[in-house]
């Protein structure tokens, strides 16, 4: 997938609760040269979620039609909706030299690693456990079952944090944007990368 | 070599003329948790060379005996002396959590990656062959037979590049400085690197 002058695919996981979606904002913010995927679902949109901003919005016989002719980079099936993260857009971004974000859960992660081996990968992670659970603990409106099946999905994308390449601490959005800042700098300057010049 | 909070022994090699010089004094500049080691050699000090500052100057004597007690993680033996890199040194700081950065040329550069494998490596390569012989060509009062060598020996660096993990590019000094500022950052920031909490 990757190309010369070619953007990079992040993969970006972390539990709920860690700051994906504001870490990201600053991000884009600091630099106009990265930019998040935007997925595809059969779902109907919610109040004021607008398509191709929030997700592109296909019907459930265009998202099976793209899965029999592989469209998508990856894609899950839930209980009432399909989801998957299209190829085209992602492929159109990367050449024209943006760095492509997936936010996605730990499952759907491994299984772009798998597909796509010079992607890569930041897990975000909370500064610890109990800031965690407060964040998770939300608005005090759930039960006791509700919130224990939030922290034991917490602790699963949690456990496979080793299969990312780079962990980044969410103590501060500021700071943890500009690591990953640093990480994508850090990744254009490997050598493969980076062109020589004639000299002999 | 690696510890818990050990900073990073990090390979810095480039042709001469790249400006590896100017930019470790930027880059230290901007960051404390930064240090350049302090070869040893067995060549006299030249008018204003500072032992322990320039180089640590030993006899060949103690030279000889460090190689053979293996207090060397790299050496070479010249005509007329013999240079090479203290371990002790570079351990109490790499153990203290700085950054270490042995600036060798690209054959001591190998020997280090094989010996240590878990060292990071940089590049710096100057923007263009022409910018380097410009550079190289200096004060105009080498031989065309001098300059040949040098150019010949430019050359012997740049087709090593390769073997380098990381490549900056030296267009500006400050740029530069930057760029391996943030390479350190990602380096730390890789997932084997990062402690977990207790969520369990």
Request: negative net charge; hydrophobic residues 35%; aromatic residues 10%.
């Amino acid at each position: 997938m990757e190309t010369k002058n070619s953007g990079l695919l992040i993969i970006f996981s972390g539990p709920s609760g860690a700051g994906k979606g504001t870490v990201l904002q600053r991000l884009f913010e600091l630099r106009s040269d990265c930019v998040c995927s935007v997925s595809c679902t059969t779902r109907a949109p919610r109040p004021g979620e607008v398509d191709g901003v929030n997700y592109h919005f296909i019907s459930t016989e265009t998202f099976d039609n793209w899965v029999e002719r592989d469209k998508f980079i990856e894609w899950d099936r839930h209980f009432s909706a399909s989801y998957g993260t299209p190829k085209e857009f992602v492929e159109e971004q990367l050449h024209s030299g943006k760095h492509v974000f997936l936010e996605i859960d730990v499952n759907g992660g491994q299984n772009v690693m798998r597909k796509i081996p010079g992607c890569l990968s930041i897990f975000l992670m909370p500064p610890s456990w109990e800031i965690l659970e407060d964040r998770l603990k939300g608005r005090g409106t759930e039960t006791a079952e509700q919130l224990e099946k939030r922290f034991s999905r917490a602790r699963f994308e949690l456990d496979n944090r080793q299969h990312y390449a780079y962990t980044v601490i969410n103590d501060d959005v500021d700071r943890a944007a500009q690591l990953i800042s640093s990480i994508i700098d850090a990744e254009m300057a490997r050598t493969q990368r980076v062109p020589s010049f004639q000299y002999n």
